[in-house]
């Protein structure tokens, strides 16, 4: 792993088979795993992160088109796909951060609190992009949502409106703990589900995805990180909380307005150098 000139921000590194490879902050964050305190203190801090977002939801959702037409507005165009049982509000800060910087952000209103399966969520997704005629577009998803993100990727119709996708805390190889929770909109993490066993098969388009993560997730003990994509750890411990991580709104402004520099879609140095925001 390099830094740029600035020795601002590391810069992605491939192995020579091309295999995984993970932007870390400075120091290696996996030799610090924290202790037994630490992580019950991290689960509790986690689970109270999401339980404000899902009042919040309730109470004070808000209206997210205002975050449709930014005053000076620039590529691309950005679609959020929260997780499982989210609301749009968790992905809030985002929108707030990437609209600031000229991003016109898309809600999908149809994803509701996202208790569909994979396939009606991505027919869901598709029907707003072909309603509102969105091309290039980056979609910025939490979780479940990057599922979604990568079969749109892989979708012989909505996949040419789509030129990357930024994935955070993406359970892409399912999650084990999924087996102890009777629920539907749960059961699709199993690692042997049908859906996560074909998404790893679909393994084209994992260059056009960066997955971003927490260096500690108690909901997907088999991380986030996928070979083939650029893969960035964050200090945040938390599968809800890496949400908030400082880091987070410039790993997504990078990633997306990478994705839209000539050359192939998620081609070429990843980060870029600094930017003139």
């Given at each position: ?12 590194t491939?192995g020579p088979?091309g ?28 689970y ?43 992905l ?15 809600v ?47 979708d012989p119709?909505?996949g ?14 399912g ?10 909109s ?37 991380g ?19 949400l ?7 790993v ?14 998620g ?11």
């Amino acid at each position: 792993m390099t830094t740029d000139p600035a020795g601002a921000r590391p810069r992605a590194t491939h192995g020579p088979g091309g295999e995984a490879s993970v932007v870390r902050p400075e120091g290696d964050v996996r030799s610090r795993p924290g202790t037994a305190v630490h992580r019950t203190w991290w689960r509790v801090a986690d689970y109270a992160y999401a339980g404000w977002y899902q009042v919040r939801g309730v109470l004070a959702p808000g209206d997210p088109d205002r975050y449709a037409e930014p005053t000076a507005r620039r590529a691309p165009d950005v679609v959020l796909v929260p997780g499982v049982m989210e609301p749009w509000p968790f992905l809030q800060p985002l929108a707030a951060r990437l609209f600031a910087a000229g991003h016109a952000v898309h809600v999908v209103p149809g994803l509701g609190y996202h208790v569909q399966d994979l396939a009606e969520a991505v027919r869901t997704v598709a029907e707003l992009l072909a309603d509102r005629d969105l091309t290039d577009v980056v979609v910025v998803a939490h979780s479940k949502g990057g599922l979604v993100g990568k079969l749109l990727l892989a979708d012989p119709g909505a996949g040419p409106r789509v030129r990357g996708l930024v994935a955070v805390a993406t359970p892409f190889a399912g999650s084990r703990l999924a087996r102890f929770l009777p629920l539907r909109s749960i059961r699709i993490f199993r690692p042997d589900h049908p859906d996560i066993v074909g998404l790893a098969r679909v393994a084209d388009v994992d260059r056009r995805i960066v997955s971003v993560f927490s260096r500690w997730d108690p909901h997907v003990p088999e991380g986030s990180v996928l070979a083939g994509a650029r893969n960035v750890e964050l200090e945040t411990p938390g599968h809800f909380r890496v949400l908030a991580d400082p880091r987070l709104p410039e790993v997504v402004l990078d990633a997306a307005r990478a994705f839209v520099t000539p050359g192939p879609p998620g081609g070429g140095p990843w980060p870029p150098g600094p930017r003139a925001d």
